[in-house]
């Protein structure tokens, strides 16, 4: 018989015992000849409905369960095979495979084909980001900051096993409404990160033109955290900064927050003093008893005191605990501020 069925059947009888090489009783031939019947073989295409997915595709077998249908004819033996094409961001998909089924009839040598079914995966979940909350530098003795930040993102969808998550991070400094620097996954790995760190800002290039000096930094996994350098220090006592964070999964879903973060002087002064030894005078105005009395400025016991981030003729000086009194304030019907000689009384007014 060929593989289409067709041939001949030769079948043997024994009868009695049957010893071995015993010659049959009686021999049968059979012939089995092409059919008359003039059924052809009818191909029915898949369906055009998208059949839905997981992350990682079809399986073996959806498949075979997508696969066309077909009616026969009898002596026909019908054979396919399948190749599977994957596509990302795709119609509005995070990811389609489609697979294409090639039909043969190997006792005709007739192709059939090729026919396409779609499978999809959609994925409309946003990855989430850590609290966007306000943060705060402090300087160090030079009145100056490399701020180092970071962020953490998860994301629910799937497809991103591999570490796709990937960000854009735009750096406003001093918050005029002018990004400085832009930290970006979606840019090629280069020089542009040995610059930051080394604080050649003027080697930064702006590689993907949108007017923004740009550095690579590296797509995380699920749950990751990316950290970012500013390459340049910020210098100053107090000044307040924005960085708005993106971070983009791989269905391309994405989240996004703003941050503030200020750069403030949080090292005390250091004090010199000197010691001071004062004559005694009367009572100027004669009014009352004589009594000793004598007018002394809690700046003048200062002797060198120094600031990291405030020149010596901007230091505030008071005795005890009490804050310099910087801003207006009326006592006895007189405005009182830090250009009007005060002084402080036992109880601080």
Known sequence: ????????????????????????????????????????????????????????????????????????????????????????????????????????????NEAKGPYFKEFVYSDTENPVLDACEPLMFGVDGSCSTIVTLNRTATDGGGCIDGGWLKWQVFVDLWADGTNDYEFSSFLAPGNDVANANNGRIDLIQDNNGNGVKDIYVAPTVNGGTVTIRIPEAIVG???????????????????????????????????????????????????????????????????????????????????????PQVADKVVAGKVININTPHYFDATGV
């Open 237 to 323: 006592n107090m000044s307040n900064h924005k960085v708005h964070w993106k971070v983009t999964d791989g269905c391309h879903n994405h989240s996004a927050c703003f941050q503030d973060f200020m750069v403030a002087d949080k090292k005390a002064p250091t004090p010199y003093c000197v010691s001071l030894s004062t004559a005694l005078m009367a009572d100027p105005d004669g009014a009352g008893p004589q009594r000793p009395m004598v007018e002394l400025w809690a700046r003048d016991f200062n002797v060198g005191s120094f600031d990291n981030c405030t020149d010596s003729d901007k230091l505030l000086y008071t005795f005890d605990n009490w804050a």
């Open 1 to 108: 018989m060929n593989q289409c069925g067709i041939g001949s059947i030769t079948r043997d009888f024994f009868v009695g015992s049957a010893p071995v090489n015993q010659a049959p009783s009686c021999r049968q031939n059979i012939a089995v000849l092409a059919s008359t019947s003039t059924q052809q073989w009818v191909v029915t295409p898949p369906s055009s409905a998208k059949v839905s997915v997981g992350c990682d595709g079809p399986t073996e077998a959806q498949i075979l369960a997508n696969k066309p249908s077909w009616v026969q004819g009898p002596c026909d033996v019908i054979g396919y095979s399948t190749e599977v094409k994957r596509f990302d961001f795709e119609d509005g998909v995070c990811r389609k495979w489609i697979v294409q089924y090639d039909l043969m009839n190997w006792c005709t």
